[in-house]
Nanobody, 114 residues
Framework: VQLVESGGGLVQPGGSLRLSCAAS????????MGWYRQAPGKQRELVAH???????NYAGSVKGRFTIARDNAKNTVYLQMNSLKPEDTAVYYC?????????WGQGTQVTVSS
């Protein structure tokens, strides 16, 4: 399985971005998936995850602002990020939930700055 993240960029505080994670492989739908992020000088942390059945859970710092979703027909998981804050600046990764070490990709950079 290969996971490829996209959709990051530079956005002003209060702005929005939608990240996408495209997965290869025909068994994507059976796995819980997560979005993770790593800010400079900090450990990677879980942002949100979604089960195979569509149940979701969020880190407290993003609850109410971020929405995780999946499209099993497209083997893709999304992260809609609204009301972005400078502290959301990080490299964002997708992976299984819980994560598998062999599936970490390059991630996509999100920078929130005026």
């Amino acid at each position: 399985v290969q996971l490829v993240e996209s959709g990051g960029g530079l956005v002003q505080p209060g702005g929005s971005l939608r990240l996408s994670c495209a997965a290869s492989g025909s068994i994507f739908s059976i796995y819980a998936m997560g979005w993770y992020r790593q800010a400079p000088g900090k450990q990677r942390e879980l942002v949100a995850h979604i089960t195979s059945g569509g149940s979701t859970n969020y880190a407290g710092s993003v609850k109410g602002r971020f929405t995780i979703a999946r499209d099993n027909a497209k083997n893709t998981v999304y992260l809609q990020m609204n009301s972005l804050k400078p502290e959301d600046t990080a490299v964002y990764y997708c992976n299984n939930f819980p994560p598998s070490p062999k599936y970490w990709g390059q991630g996509t950079q999100v920078t929130v700055s005026s």
